[in-house]
């Protein structure tokens, strides 16, 4: 069964970057969709990036597009989301998730297979 772990978050101050990075264990990612979701207190999962499994097809929500990139190494088994101008909106727990059960553009949560424990973003004003 795949393990995924997300790893690279941490306190920055509005306008600073991060990057995330979700290593997976027990199989490899190199076939599957791959995206991150965050969950703010309070709030639902939401969905936040995607990348098909050649990495050559990503999909963001539009608060996030231009300021985050997602991008994946299948020879390391590793997805990465790079996230500049960072915004206090965009505190939340942040989830990596893989997708076994079909291709291409995945933006459900619910269609998402395996999931890793999160990694908390907190921006300040």
């Known amino acids: 069964q795949v393990q995924l772990v997300e790893s690279g978050g941490g306190l920055v101050q509005t306008g600073g970057s991060l990057r995330l990075s979700c290593a997976a264990s027990?199989?490899?990612?190199?076939?599957?969709?791959m995206g991150w979701f965050r969950q703010a207190p309070g709030k639902e999962r939401a969905f936040v990036a995607t990348i098909t499994w050649s990495g050559s097809t990503t999909s963001y929500v539009n608060s996030v597009k231009g300021r985050f990139t997602i991008s994946r190494d299948n020879a390391k088994n590793t997805v990465y989301l790079q996230m500049i101008s960072l915004k206090p909106e965009d505190t939340a727990v942040y989830y990596c998730?893989?997708?076994?059960?079909?291709?291409?553009?995945?933006?459900?949560?619910?269609?998402?297979?395996?999931w890793g424990q999160g990694t908390q973003v907190t921006v300040s004003s």
């Open positions: 027990g199989g490899t990612l190199s076939s599957y969709t």
């Open positions: 998730a893989a997708v076994t059960r079909r291709r291409g553009i995945v933006t459900s949560p619910r269609e998402y297979d395996y």
